[in-house]
């Protein structure tokens, strides 16, 4: 499979722990997204890089969230001391800079559940 | 600020049927995309079409078309003889320089 994945695909944890998710973007793919998603509601934007530069960060993502893609191939997204708030989807998309519209990919998602 | 909005939460639409989805957003700018998004249920986002907002003439891509009043900001999708497959949420997003904005989604159900 050549798409976007996510890995885990779900996860329960208890408040105050922390959580780490990763996204392996479409291999020639050089832009990179994270959005999260709660329930009844689209996308909401959080960061983007373009390789391994990370060029943008919403005003959501607070300080305990962070953001990596060392190498500018997969990504790592960690929540520390998670919050029940932080319940919900955390979408990854990747894209190709030069195709013009930007298209995204997106992958499943990871669905986060804090307990 | 950049916004989307869907003033449509929910849409049914009788199957082989004709239905639009409305969608308007608010920017200062003159130069971005347009696109709609389609997330079946547990299942991952996929791209319906796009508009690229310097094209006058309307993006089609088989039985989904496109509605682009630019002066008005709105941006609807049209689903022509609608089938049981295209029951999902419809997602319009609006891209500008580095970011994506999604609207709150329409829920469509195909009536068989």
């Known amino acids: ?115 | 600020a950049q916004t989307v909005t869907q003033s449509q939460p929910e849409m049914s639409v009788q199957e082989a049927e004709t239905v639009t989805l409305s969608c308007t957003y608010d920017t200062s700018e003159s130069d971005y995309y347009l696109f709609w998004y389609k997330q079946p249920p547990s299942r991952q986002m996929i791209l319906v079409i796009r508009q690229e907002a310097y094209k006058q003439q309307n993006a089609t891509e088989n039985r989904f078309s496109v509605n682009f009043q630019k002066a008005a900001k709105s941006f609807s999708l049209k689903i022509s003889d609608s089938q049981l497959g295209d029951a999902a949420m419809y997602f319009c997003a609006y891209r500008s320089a580095n970011q994506f904005y999604f609207g709150t989604g329409t829920s469509l159900t195909v009536i068989p």
């Open chain 1, 1 to 115: 499979d050549t798409g976007v994945s996510q890995d885990p695909r779900h996860k329960i944890t208890k408040r105050g722990q922390n959580v780490t998710f990763r996204c392996d973007p479409i291999s020639e793919h050089n832009r990179l997204y994270w959005y999260r998603q709660t329930l009844g509601q689209g996308p909401e934007f959080l960061t983007y890089f373009q390789n391994e530069a990370q060029l943008e960060k919403s005003r959501l993502l607070s300080d305990r969230f962070s953001a990596e893609r060392p190498k500018g191939s997969f990504s790592t997204l960690e929540i520390q001391r998670t919050e029940q708030g932080d319940s919900a989807m955390y979408l990854c998309a990747s894209s190709f800079r030069g195709q013009g519209t930007h298209e995204q990919f997106f992958g499943p998602g990871t669905r986060l559940t804090v307990l």
